[in-house]
């Protein structure tokens, strides 16, 4: 929208939450506003636009209010695969307190599937008990009726082709979708089996008394093939995998070899030891380190970062399609980089033996470790060495026996100190009342086809959590910049909890055979996170305490970050892979330009605040899309490893914790595997077991054997479910 229709649409704004507004009809609004002729035909306009986004709506046909004024809210709808949903209010100042979730139930979601815009009534009253329709959890909130769809999330979906007596239909993949597609087989080109997984594109939905229609826009292949698995993801998710040909054209455009205007206008770190440690399989290097002792006993650190802004010019093809991509893609097969593999793979990525233009926050550290000073350099390096964790590790935490992976003594020792700084930083880190939510990851191995052969539990050892706490202090040291200097700019903001959340963590956390004190106090989640450090309960109940947490997301506000305890926060250090990244790179290059030798180009790009909270709202969900992606994958091919194990008839044994105990059987979590599953009561074949819904826990009638939550089970696989995308178990003994 032009900046004149932004002035004319703030004043309708502001007339309309004005304390003695009225509702009034268009042309009583152009009244009132005393417009020249000239604009009065541009209030329509943006009425029109101000109706279609639900920043305002009609009452009594024709007058207009704020939702709010009418009891309706915007935002965006959950479903759950039981058929309700919360919506998730929209809130117009990124710095106010988010509102409560709003319950829908299934019989008021209207044609509104997941993902959803929408526009909800909210109701006076929390929703009536019904069996099987309200969640507990729910009971206590506010519910509403959704009456508009104001933007649609999904313009085609992915599933299976299934075939009544009378007519064709898709089952979507994502449960959380539970109407099947019509669609009519005799239009179109494709001819489809019964079985095929297919994309299907939706026509609009308007009657909710009958199941929405679509046309087959393309066959991916047979439903029962587990090589496209991750295929089908590439589809539901809609991501964009090849490059337009103009991207592509600008990417192979750019030289390999660095300018020399550059090499002499930056400060030289090339004579200077400095190594990148990445997993063992990483293709694109963000971030390097270097470390050495000054002549007065401190210590000056360098975190140097591709200097991606370099590359990729604001308004430029790359920028554009860096933008919309948002964030890279990490599929447990293939990767779908943010950026062209000319950049991400090559000009930009820090590999060793070449040199690299790169953005460094040089840090000059007292002795015990804390910030004497910090500066920021337009910089060039020549990365020594290309480690892995596993190197890093076997330097800074030699075994017994065994020789460093690492055969020079040079980066051996840098390793060493590289450590004992981090060390002590993240030392000061928590006692700065930091929480520790470091989780493990899955990696899934997969043979030539695509299939899962082998799943390996990496965890956050040391020699990740060297890398972590410096790209913590560069993110922190260039938010405080950012923010002293007044600059718009980009945070990653974590809000404080809502203390309700916390409180029913703590019944988990005592139901688990824990105790925790008060929820609210910083002090006491410190102390339950190091109780459970080593434990087998650590991660279900930390990925709770998580889910008790909100999410973070990017804000030009910055509110602070709760998980870090860090006033100041920002992403600074993945530019390949995070747009957001880039744009911090050109706030910082703009706050810091007295500081710098000459720009030649024009890389500090000027954001106003509007520009940045739409590409703030923009990131935040291109990664939750992406996060979403990446877990459902790693637990497809979870399923699919357990689903040859039953198909091979050769079933290992599997640790288990049991996490909850209900009428039906045992929810229990496989701490290695990171998987949760269900052990029905059925399969509890060695006795007869009672029940008790006071203290969650079966007694069984003849053995007297206690199962409650906290207990240590040995099970095996028995039945896996590819559509819910669970996983039932049965006790090994």
């Known amino acids: 929208m032009k900046p004149e229709l932004n002035s004319l649409k703030q004043r309708i704004q502001n007339l309309l939450s004005s304390p003695g507004y009225r509702p009034m009809r268009v042309s009583e609004i152009v009244g009132s506003l005393k417009l020249p002729p000239s604009e009065r035909g541009q209030v329509r306009r943006i009425m029109d636009h101000l109706l279609q986004q639900g920043s305002v709506v009609h009452v009594r046909k024709d007058r207009i209010v704020l939702p709010s004024e009418a009891n309706l809210v915007t935002g965006r709808l959950q479903m759950n695969e039981r058929g309700f949903g919360f919506v998730i209010p929209e809130s117009p100042d990124p710095a106010a307190k988010a509102s409560p979730d709003i319950f829908i139930p299934a019989e008021d979601t209207g044609v509104a599937m997941h993902g959803d815009r929408v526009l909800v009534r909210v109701n006076q009253q929390p929703p009536a008990r019904r069996k099987g329709r309200v969640p507990e959890r729910a009971s206590d909130k506010i519910s509403g009726c959704i009456i508009r769809v104001l933007e649609r999330a999904n313009t085609t979906l992915v599933g299976v082709l299934q075939r009544s007596p009378h007519f064709h239909f898709v089952r979507p993949d994502d449960p959380r979708i539970q109407r099947d597609v019509y669609v009519n087989l005799s239009h179109g080109t494709l001819k489809p089996r019964v ?12 009657n909710r008394q009958m199941n929405p229609e679509g046309i087959i826009s393309e066959v991916i292949g047979r439903s029962d093939d ?35 205007a550059e090499r002499m206008r930056r400060m030289d770190f090339t004579q200077d030891m400095v190594v990148t440690i990445d997993p063992d399989d990483a293709r694109d290097y963000d971030d390097a380190l270097s470390l050495k002792r000054t002549g007065n006993g401190r210590w000056l650190l360098g975190v140097h970062i591709a200097d991606v802004s370099h590359y990729v010019k604001p308004g430029s093809a790359l920028d554009r399609e860096a933008r919309e991509r948002g964030n890279s893609v990490y599929l447990p097969d293939r990767v779908i980089p943010m950026l062209p593999q000319h950049l991400s793979n090559g000009i930009c990525s820090l590999k060793g033996g070449v040199e690299r233009l790169t953005q460094t926050v040089l840090f000059e550290l007292n002795p015990d470790c804390t910030v004497h000073s910090r500066t920021f350099h337009d910089s060039i390096i020549c990365s020594s060495a290309r480690l892995t964790y596993k190197q890093a590790l076997s330097v800074i935490k030699p075994q017994a026996g065994s020789k460093p992976l690492v055969d020079n003594p040079a980066v051996c020792r840098l390793l060493q100190d590289l450590w004992s700084v981090a060390s002590r930083v993240r030392a000061l880190r928590f006692a700065n009342g930091s929480l520790d939510l470091d989780f493990p990851e899955l990696k899934v191995h997969c043979n030539e086809r695509g299939l899962a052969e082998r799943i390996e539990k990496q965890e956050n050892d040391i020699s990740h959590q060297l890398v972590e706490e410096f790209m913590l202090m560069a993110n922190e040291a260039v938010a405080a910049e950012t923010r002293r200097r007044t600059m718009p700019s980009i945070y990653r903001v974590h809000d404080e909890p809502d203390v309700d959340k916390l409180e029913q963590y703590r019944d ?7 105790t925790m004190g008060d929820p609210s106090v910083r002090g006491e989640i410190q102390k339950l996170l190091k109780r459970l450090a080593g434990k087998p309960e650590e991660y279900i109940l930390k990925l709770n305490l998580l889910r008790s947490l909100k999410r973070a997301q990017y804000s030009t506000t910055p509110v602070g970050h709760f998980g870090l305890s860090k006033e100041n926060y920002t992403h600074f250090t993945s530019p390949i892979r995070r747009y957001a990244d880039l744009i911090i790179h050109r706030s910082l290059i703009r706050a810091t330009k007295h500081s710098r030798k000459p720009l030649p180009h024009a890389r500090d790009a000027a954001y106003d605040s509007a520009t940045l909270d739409t590409i703030c709202n923009h990131c935040s969900i291109t990664e939750r899309v992406a996060d979403e992606a990446e877990k459902e994958a790693v637990k497809l091919k979870l399923i699919e490893y357990f689903e040859n194990q039953l198909r091979k008839h050769k079933l290992e044994t599997f640790d288990a914790l049991v996490t909850e105990v209900r009428n039906f059987g045992l929810f229990i979590e496989l701490p290695d595997y990171m998987l949760s599953g269900l052990i029905h009561i059925s399969t509890l074949g060695d006795d007869f077991y009672h029940f008790d819904a006071a203290r969650q826990k079966f007694t069984g009638k003849k053995t007297k054997r206690v199962i409650q939550p906290g207990q240590r089970l040995k099970v095996k696989v028995s039945r896996v479910d590819r559509f819910k995308k669970q996983v039932d178990f049965a006790l090994a003994d």
């Open 195 to 206: 079985d095929d997984r297919v994309v299907v594109k939706l026509q609009p939905w308007e």
């Open 226 to 260: 587990p090589s496209l698995d991750i295929l089908v993801i590439v589809k539901k998710f809609k991501f964009r995998v090849d490059f337009p040909p103009e991207v592509i054209a600008h990417a192979e455009a750019i030289e390999e070899t660095v300018p020399e």
């Open 508 to 514: 988990f956390v005592i139901a688990n055979g824990f």
